[in-house]
């Protein structure tokens, strides 16, 4: 369960503060896939950028498996980021000039995984974006929706407990998107993993089991789908 | 993050902007090729004086001659003010028997002085002149054929120069080992002009024959006996002389291990002497090629000082041209240290590739060494570059701590990168 509890951030000072979270406060249960709504500017980002411990609101708390951690050191954040969270990004982020497996093997790398063990974690999240026989490729060789789909194995190479999506479909066409969509959902579904999905997109955000619309900050509505509840 | 992997990931993104990694390295490796060489020339220039300073003297050995009056005047002195005048510039028994009690003489050798009237190889064989000299010390010198056990003649042998090969009927200077030698001796003649009455025939074999190199800087065609043949014949042409028991100058050996330099002080205090040692002559060549040796290395020094601005701002250019890679380390967990540490490797890999260039470079220029020894028309064989893979090492292992220093502040630069704003795409 993830809990935001009251968080408040502000840019800048004074006659120029802009307050870009204000009080927010919602729950996200455990193996759900939730959207983050809002439009650019609303704050969506920054709240992801808090939950996961890479920004640090002024007030608040962000609870994660009980575990307040905005009180956390930077190098246990950091530990926990690498351990437990993952991301991928509207504009890929891939390292061009590397091997598809090179990419996929940072996360490991950054987690401390040994050689041993990164072997078959690399093949298996390339197996499971269907990118195996792309592995020594360069990222710069691969279309728009290849690179979405090794930054998808990059996110899911480690067994995160949390998957940020910022984005996801924004840079690629709605076929390519939604073999991304497709590719996020089941990963959630199948391993139980919390699906966090950054968006502007209304129809993205209507395949999510919670839509949580922000507005200047606040939190303007939370909506569940029925079988949630039940 | 493990230390090998940010040493290969640090390693791979280097590949990706080769041009500017070679560059950086290229002004590293002037400063590393250029101490090298300096390096590599002090060490042949040292080891060649070494070679100048055996081939003219043995580095044990002391020469002490009376001290001469500091004051050299024209103007006449006062009569009866002279110093004992049979005593100028001579040494006798007395002074041997004092400077023999100094702490690490080990041997004291008068400078004899003896001639021959001729030398021939018996029988009706033709008769020569030849200068003849006594072999003091132990100096080694280059010999076309034989050996000579510790460099010193063997009683009852004889060195023969290669130039008087010919004349006493030797086709070369293997032929000569072995044969023997007789030596005229006369005793000097008390009236000038008349020939002397009573003279003696010795016969020594060749030990070995000498020749002239470019390491032997006065070389002198002259038989050469040993220390007691000379003075076998030293006693027989001056013992009923004045000059017996007068010697122009003593050679004193020190003591295996014990201090030259310190001997040497000593027998200065006992006084009135004036003692020099090839020591003296070392030391000042020493020095001398130190001090170019340490001139050429401060210029690579200073290049490597450049280079190290050269890698700053690459780094930093890396720095700036990866933000997003950084970014995207640090939202996966990466470490301050880690990030900081991927960029300091990434200099230190710079550091080692100027430094093993530089280094091959200068191996390549030790090909020249032929080239030199030629141009400079040294003996065969020197190297005036002497390469030291050890001082190679240390200089690359060097480098590469300089780069990884030189890749601090980039490094802090990244380090401090904030993820979000690094991850920021509009």
């Known amino acids: 369960m993830i809990e935001v509890k009251h968080i408040t951030k502000t840019y800048g000072k004074k006659q120029n503060a802009f307050i870009a979270l204000d009080d927010t406060t919602f729950t996200i249960p455990d193996g759900a896939s939730v959207a983050i709504l809002g439009k650019s500017g609303s704050g969506k980002s920054t709240l992801m950028h808090a939950m996961s411990g890479l920004d640090r609101p002024e007030t608040g708390e962000v609870v994660i498996g009980g575990q307040n951690i905005l009180k956390l050191k930077t190098k246990q954040i950091d530990e926990f980021r690498s351990q437990q969270m993952s991301f991928i990004f509207q504009s890929f982020f891939v390292q061009a000039n590397e091997s598809c497996y090179d990419n996929v093997s940072l996360p490991l790398e950054i987690a401390n995984i040994p050689i041993s063990k990164r072997r078959q974690k690399i093949n298996d999240a390339l197996t499971a974006v269907e990118l195996l026989d792309k592995k020594a490729s360069r990222a710069r060789d691969l279309s ?9 194995a990059r996110a899911i190479v480690n067994d995160p407990r949390i998957l940020f999506a910022d984005e996801p479909t924004g840079n690629l066409d709605s076929v390519t998107g939604e073999v ?17 999905i950054v968006t502007h997109d209304s129809d993205l955000a209507q395949k999510c089991d919670i839509q949580i619309h922000i507005k200047d900050g606040k939190v303007e509505k939370i909506e569940s789908r029925k079988e949630l509840h039940s | 993050m493990k230390i090998r992997d940010t040493v290969r990931r640090a390693g791979r993104s280097l590949r990706q902007a080769k041009a500017r990694t070679l560059l950086t390295s290229l002004a590293i490796s002037v400063g590393a090729f250029t101490v090298t060489l300096a390096l590599a020339a002090g060490a042949g220039g040292q080891a060649y004086t070494d070679s100048l300073i055996t081939n003219n003297g043995d580095a044990q050995s002391l020469s002490v001659h009376i001290k001469e009056d500091d004051e050299v005047s024209d103007k006449p002195k006062e009569y009866g003010t002279t110093s004992d005048a049979a005593r100028q510039g001579q040494l006798d028994d007395t002074d041997i028997e004092k400077i023999k009690k100094i702490d690490g003489v080990a041997e004291i050798t008068p400078t004899y002085s003896i001639s021959i009237a001729y030398m021939t190889r018996g029988g009706d064989a033709k008769k020569y002149d030849a200068s003849i000299g006594i072999k003091v010390d132990r100096t080694a010198i280059p010999l076309a054929a034989g050996s000579l056990m510790d460099n010193q003649v063997p009683v009852g042998g004889v060195v023969i120069p290669e130039a008087y090969l010919g004349v006493l009927g030797f086709k070369n200077a293997f032929d000569a080992i072995g044969q023997s030698l007789t030596l005229h001796i006369e005793k000097p003649s008390d009236i000038v002009g008349r020939k002397s009455s009573e003279a003696i025939d010795k016969t020594y074999t060749i030990a070995a024959v000498d020749k002239e190199s470019s390491t032997v800087l006065r070389y002198q065609a002259e038989l050469k006996v040993s220390t007691n043949d000379g003075k076998m014949i030293y006693e027989y042409q001056t013992a009923d002389q004045p000059e017996n028991g007068q010697y122009n100058g003593l050679n004193v050996r020190v003591t295996d291990g014990a201090d030259v330099a310190a001997v040497q002080e000593a027998i200065i ?95 390549l220029a030790g090909l020249l060494n032929p080239w030199i020894t030629q141009t400079l028309v040294l003996e065969k064989g020197t190297e005036l570059l002497k390469f030291n893979p050890l001082t190679s090492v240390i200089l690359i292992a060097s480098l590469i701590v300089i780069a990884i220093m030189a890749g601090y502040f980039p490094a ?7 993820p979000i704003e690094a991850l920021r795409t509009e």
């Open chain 2, 269 to 363: 205090k006992s006084g009135g002497y004036e003692v020099s040692s090839l020591k003296d002559i070392q030391e000042v060549l020493f020095q001398f090629i130190n001090v170019v040796q340490y001139g050429a290395a401060g210029f690579g020094l200073l290049a490597i000082l450049a280079s190290v601005f050269g890698i700053i701002n690459t780094q930093y250019i890396s720095v700036l041209e990866r933000t997003q890679q950084i970014g995207l380390m640090k939202a996966l967990g990466a470490r301050r240290k880690d990030i900081g540490r991927l960029f300091r490797y990434e200099a230190g890999w710079v550091g080692f590739l100027g430094g093993t260039i530089g280094t091959g470079l200068a191996l």
């Open chain 1, 180 to 196: 991304i969509e497709d590719l996020l959902f089941g990963y959630n579904k199948s391993r139980g993993v919390t699906l966090i």
């Open chain 2, 412 to 418: 802090r630069k990244a380090a401090k990168l904030d």
């Open chain 1, 144 to 152: 728009g929706g290849q690179k979405q789909r090794l930054a998808v």
